[in-house]
C-alpha cells in the first residue's frame, strides 16, 4: 500500500524573470510523495497561469485519486500512469508530479537510478543546459551573464528591440546562444530575425510564433535560416506528428505531456520523424530537474536551469546538482531526491 502526501512551496527567484507576457519573483510548486514500506519517491509540477493551472486545482484533481493510489499494488510506472490518465480527472501538470513521484518510488525499490532502468548511459560525455537569461534592460541581461558565466545561454525575447538585443549581449560573450521569443513574432519577422540571428552565432530559435500559426510555420520552416523549435506548438503526444514538417525539433515539458511515461512515447516518436529533440523546465525546484537530469542521453538539447534560477535557500530539495560544467549525478536510486524538510 501508498501512502501519499502533498507538499507545498513558494520557490523565490534569485531575480525577477520576465518573458514576452509575462514576468515573476516567485513560483508556486506543488511536490507529491509516494511512500511504500518505508521509502520515498518525489515528483513535482510548478503552477502556470499560461495554462491556466493552480496548485489547489492540482491538490483538488489529486485527492479525488487518492484511494486509486493508495489502494492499489502497483507494479510498474506506464500501468500506474496508464489507468490514472484514464481517470479523466487529472491535469496534465498533476498527472505529471504524481508519474514523476512513482517513477523515482519504484527505482528506489528495484534498486536502480532512473537513468540505468531506462537503459541509458551518463559516463559518456553528456549534453550540457542552457543558462536562460529573461527578458530585461540590457544592462540587467548583461549583468545576468557577467554573474553567472555559462557556454550556453537561452536568452528570452519578444521585443521591438530584439536583434539589438542579442548584438549587444554577443559583445559580452562567445557562448552559444539560443533564443526564445515566446511566440512574440509573425512570419515575416520571423523569417527576417533568422537571418540576422544566424550571423550572431544564434543556435537555434524557440516557439517565434504564436501555436496556432501552424500554417504559417510551414513558410517559416522552408525559409529560415535557422533550425526552429516548437514550445507552446508542442504540449502532447499528438502534436508531435503536427509539428513535422513545420519545426525542425521540439521541446518536451515534463509538466505540459503529463510527465515521464508520455515524454518517453514523444521521444521516440520524434525521432521517428528527424525531429531533434529537447526537454525543458518550468522553473521547478531540484525535484522536478532531477528528474529531467536523467533522460538528457536522450537529448539534442536540454533546458534544466530551474533550480539555477532560485535562491539557495529557497529550493526544497536535495539531488542531481548542475554546475557550470557538468551535471552530478548522486550515487544513489531513484531520480537522486531527497527532500530537506
Not at 534569485?14 to 515528483?43: A, C, M, P, W
Not at 529573461?134 to 528591440?161: A, C, F, N
Not at 539560443?178 to 509573425?186: Q, S
Not at 516548437?230 to 515534463?254: M, P, Q, R, W, Y
Request: charge should be negative.
Amino acid at each position: 500500500m501508498i501512502q501519499l502526501k502533498i507538499h507545498l512551496f513558494t520557490l523565490v527567484l534569485k531575480q525577477k524573470f520576465t518573458i514576452s507576457y509575462h514576468s515573476r519573483d516567485t513560483q508556486n510548486t506543488l511536490i507529491v510523495e509516494l511512500e511504500k514500506n518505508g521509502i520515498k519517491g518525489f515528483g513535482e509540477a510548478t503552477e502556470n497561469s499560461y495554462y491556466q493551472v493552480s496548485t489547489d486545482d492540482m491538490i483538488h484533481q489529486i485527492e479525488s485519486v487518492r484511494e486509486i493510489i493508495e489502494m492499489y499494488e502497483w507494479k510498474d510506472p506506464n500501468t500506474f500512469y496508464n489507468i490514472l490518465q484514464q481517470t479523466h480527472k487529472l491535469s496534465s501538470f498533476a498527472l505529471c508530479a504524481l508519474d514523476m513521484a512513482f517513477y523515482d518510488l519504484f527505482t528506489k525499490i528495484i534498486g536502480k537510478p532512473l537513468y540505468k532502468f531506462l537503459g541509458l548511459d551518463i559516463s559518456a560525455p553528456l549534453i550540457h543546459t542552457n543558462y536562460t537569461i529573461g527578458l530585461d534592460s540590457i544592462e540587467v541581461m548583461k549583468q545576468k551573464m557577467r554573474d553567472t558565466p555559462w557556454d550556453i545561454y537561452k536568452i528570452k525575447l519578444g521585443t521591438t528591440q530584439d536583434i539589438n538585443i542579442i548584438k549587444e549581449l554577443r559583445n559580452c560573450t562567445s557562448a552559444i546562444f539560443r533564443v526564445d521569443a515566446n511566440g512574440a513574432w509573425g512570419k515575416e519577422e520571423t523569417i527576417a530575425n533568422s537571418r540576422l540571428l544566424a550571423a550572431l552565432g544564434v543556435e537555434f530559435i524557440e516557439q517565434p510564433m504564436k501555436a496556432e500559426t501552424l500554417e504559417e510555420m510551414e513558410i517559416v520552416y522552408k525559409n529560415s535560416e535557422l533550425p526552429i523549435i516548437a514550445d507552446e506548438s508542442c504540449v502532447k503526444e499528438e502534436d508531435v506528428s503536427t509539428c513535422h514538417k513545420k519545426f525542425h525539433g521540439i521541446n518536451i515539458k515534463l509538466t505540459k505531456c503529463g510527465g515521464i511515461t508520455p515524454a518517453l512515447s514523444m521521444i521516440k516518436k520524434a525521432r521517428a520523424l528527424d525531429l531533434k529533440v529537447m526537454v525543458g523546465c518550468m522553473t521547478e525546484s531540484t525535484v522536478g530537474i532531477s528528474a529531467i537530469a536523467h533522460l538528457v542521453p536522450l537529448l539534442d538539447y536540454v533546458d534544466m536551469d530551474g533550480a539555477l534560477l532560485l535562491k539557495e535557500e529557497s529550493d526544497p530539495a536535495n539531488g542531481v546538482q548542475i554546475t557550470s560544467k557538468k551535471i552530478i549525478y548522486p550515487d544513489v536510486n531513484g531520480t537522486g531526491v531527497t527532500l530537506k524538510i
